[in-house]
């Protein structure tokens, strides 16, 4: 089967070429579909110089449109058999895509979860990620332990059924609901994670949209 990585990206010349290498050096068959949310630093000049990595199709946004946005054209775009997302920061460890897609690979399920343990976030942070699991659960009747990670693992015709809306942040918790309200089942793998605290483009303050979403889709007619 065929991968197809989404990474959204925005701000990270520190770390676009370095998260690239990882990705590339994963022993499967992928694509990455890159798309190159407006950024205003050095990231656009370094993804020119990343012509030796195969099957990297680099979109771009000529104005911010946020994580949400960044997912949704990258969808439009996947030709493989499962959809993964990955961020751009060196916060998850790609060599975990083996663990994601093995069970859709088995057949045991069409959606995976890289599940975190959240020492290394600070403590605020560590405390919204479990309110908004637990909130999650609370509505959507499930029993994950990580709504808000990054790694979301899915076959291709659920990734690009879901008709996105999002823009920013707040587009974890649709693809959540989304995914719970179309009685897919959800299994969870451990996945390597360590946050990053400088530059963190997320705060407490995205926990509220978040919310939204989740009360949003849970009433909503899909």
């Known amino acids: 089967m065929k991968l197809s990585v989404v990474m959204p990206v925005f701000n990270e010349a520190g770390t676009i070429a370095e998260i690239l290498r990882r990705v590339h050096e994963v022993s499967l068959d992928k694509e990455i579909i890159l798309v190159d949310d407006c950024s205003r630093d050095e990231t656009p000049n370094i993804l020119k110089l990343q012509t030796h990595i195969p099957n990297l199709r680099i979109l771009t946004h000529a104005v911010n449109g946020g994580k949400g946005a960044a997912i949704q054209t990258a969808l439009e775009h996947v030709t493989g058999d499962i959809v993964v997302i990955q961020d751009a920061d060196l916060e998850y460890d790609p060599n975990d895509y083996h663990a994601l897609v093995q069970p859709i690979v088995s057949g045991q399920a069409k959606v995976v979860y890289g599940a975190r343990q959240l020492h290394s976030q600070k403590w605020y ?42 823009r920013r942040f707040d587009v974890e918790a649709e693809i959540t609901a ?13 996945v390597r994670y360590t946050a990053r605290h400088e530059h963190k483009k997320l705060s407490p303050l995205d926990g509220w949209p978040a919310v939204r979403a989740l009360l949003k889709y849970r009433f909503a007619k899909l």
């Open 125 to 166: 942070m560590a405390a919204g990620n479990k309110f908004l699991t637990w909130l999650t659960n609370l509505l959507y009747g499930l029993r994950i332990q990580d709504m808000e990670t990054c790694y979301k693992a899915m076959a291709r015709e659920v990734a690009q059924g879901l008709k996105l809306e999002c």
């Open 178 to 190: 989304k995914i719970a309200r179309r009685g897919y089942k959800i299994v969870e793998v451990p």
